[in-house]
């Protein structure tokens, strides 16, 4: 189980209605926490991955930073998710 903290800003904070969470899940990607995102909050997983694509959204940013590492933006879909890491999605 990989325990991350979740950001939401601007009008992704629209979709959860929250601003942050802390979330356990045994996605180990981040593809498979989109997915898991979008059964909990719908219409997440289109604001990052286009119906028509498999890949991420140009308009839509996502920052990953592993504990105790500076934040960097997530492009590989399949890139692993390491415990204690904070997601930001704007």
Known sequence: MI????????HVSMVTGILQEFHETQ????????KELDQRYCGFQSLFIPAESDRLNLNAM??????????APFVDLNSPLEDEATLTFW
């Open 27 to 34: 996605s180990s990607s981040l593809k498979a926490l989109l």
């Open 62 to 71: 996502i920052f990953y930073q592993p504990l105790g590492k500076i934040p």
């Open 3 to 10: 325990r991350l903290k979740l950001r939401y800003l601007a």
